[in-house]
């Protein structure tokens, strides 16, 4: 039965037509997220906040230290001092741990923080998605600004310039207009510099060595293509023109960009990752576990996926996990998280931060990834 219920919560991310309908929701998904988490947390971890045991990267269950953070975490950055900062879709603020997991401070980010993103001068960068803006944060969690960035921003990365591109989930309609599915690009001082067409829905953002951008267009649920109306990923050149649309699976949810150019998609609704070639080119697809909902890549090429799934902590494939793919695809090994996996990244230790949205806590895999997180241009991160 729970299994049902967060299948159908699962499109949380789902832009919402009104206030009224957004309040509805949000009720909804308050009880979904953490009444029945919270009933369910001692059938599932064994009555404990947190797991502890050895760690390993040859396919073996391993987990890590577990720490607190806010309400419904759903996305994760790692800054140059090795600090996690976390945005916490419910409780509306951002949460920033120590590399050794201690809580430095919660700050205030906007209504629905759903991503973040961290400059090379160490400020931090949040989508708000209620209030339809982008909050930036001084490294110490100050509040600097606010910027408008369209409808119902959902992911975020910073180019090597500088510059902040958002995507607009909006209101399912293509188009350069606000209220419609676009990019926004903003300069470093938050000033808009452009608004870009790029597919239905857009849901994450990637940027290669080249400057091009790479946006996963979840689409309007329907038939996997080309077409603008359904789920594919759209290729943007640094000026923000249109090079390709490529099919890359069923509701593209999250993307990365490995060593070589070539890009790693999530598809939420097909259970697997499809891998592009620069050019677009589909180069294979490989099962990842049960609603694979983030992705990172580490300094070795191997892909990091955290798997949602039915919200029951575990291994089994169907089971809320993180796993690893060889640069081949091949599966490499599958982790116990925490329970709803939704965000990932990979600090300069090896060590593999996942947020968890269904226990709102992070969970840490100790130094079973090789290097930092792998980012083709400076600085900045991505969902």
Same mark, same amino acid.
């Given at each position: 039965m729970f299994k049902s219920i967060f299948k159908t919560s699962a499109l949380k991310n789902r832009p919402l037509k009104n206030n009224a309908r957004k309040f509805s929701v949000l009720i909804a998904l308050l009880f979904i997220?953490? $009444?029945?988490?919270?009933a369910l947390s001692g059938f599932r971890n064994g009555g404990s906040s947190s797991n502890s045991s050895s760690s390993s990267s040859s396919g073996s269950p391993s987990s890590g230290p577990t720490y607190a953070v806010g309400f419904a975490p759903s996305a994760i950055a790692i800054d140059a001092s090795g600090n996690v900062w976390v945005a916490n879709k419910f409780s509306n603020n951002v949460t920033e741990l120590s590399p050794s997991g201690a809580t430095i401070g919660t700050y205030a980010a906007g209504s629905w923080p759903d991503a973040i993103a961290i400059d090379a001068s160490g400020n931090v960068w949040v989508t708000?998605?209620?209030s339809n803006n982008v909050t930036e944060l001084s490294p110490s969690g100050a509040l600097l600004h606010t910027y408008a960035a369209g409808t119902n921003p959902l992911a975020i990365a910073i180019d090597a310039s500088g510059n902040?591109? *958002? @995507? %607009?989930?909006g209101n399912g309609t293509v188009g350069a207009a606000t209220e419609d599915s676009n990019v926004t690009e903003l300069s470093p001082s938050g000033a808009l510099l452009h608004t870009y067409a790029a597919g239905i829905n857009p849901q994450a953002i990637a940027i290669d060595a080249s400057g091009n951008v790479w946006v996963a267009n979840?689409?309007?649920?329907?038939?996997?293509?080309t077409a603008h109306g359904d789920s594919n990923v759209t290729k943007l050149s640094p000026s923000g023109a @249109?090079? +390709? #649309?490529y099919v890359a699976g069923s509701n593209p949810l999250a993307i990365a960009i490995d060593a070589s150019g070539n890009v790693w998609? #999530?598809?939420?609704?097909? %259970? %697997? $990752? #499809?891998?592009l070639s620069p050019s677009g080119a589909t180069i294979g697809t490989y099962a990842a576990g049960s609603w694979p909902d983030a992705i990172a890549i580490d300094a070795s090429g191997n892909v990091w996926v955290a798997n949602v799934g039915n919200g029951t902590v575990g291994t089994a494939p169907e089971d809320?996990?993180?796993t690893e793919l060889s640069p081949s695809g091949a599966t490499i090994g599958t982790y116990v998280a925490g329970t709803e996996p939704d965000a990932i990244a990979i600090d300069a230790s090896g060590n593999v931060w996942v947020a968890n949205s269904g226990s709102n806590s992070v969970t840490k895999l100790v130094? *079973?990834?090789? +290097? =930092?997180?792998?980012?083709?241009?400076? +600085? =900045?991160?991505?969902?």
């Open positions: 997220f953490a $009444v029945i988490p919270f708000n998605q209620f902040v591109w *958002v @995507t %607009n989930y979840f689409g309007n649920g329907g038939i996997v293509g @249109t090079i +390709g #649309t998609v #999530t598809n939420k609704f097909s %259970n %697997n $990752v #499809t891998e809320s996990n993180v130094s *079973v990834a090789k +290097g =930092p997180q792998y980012f083709p241009y400076s +600085g =900045p991160q991505h969902p």
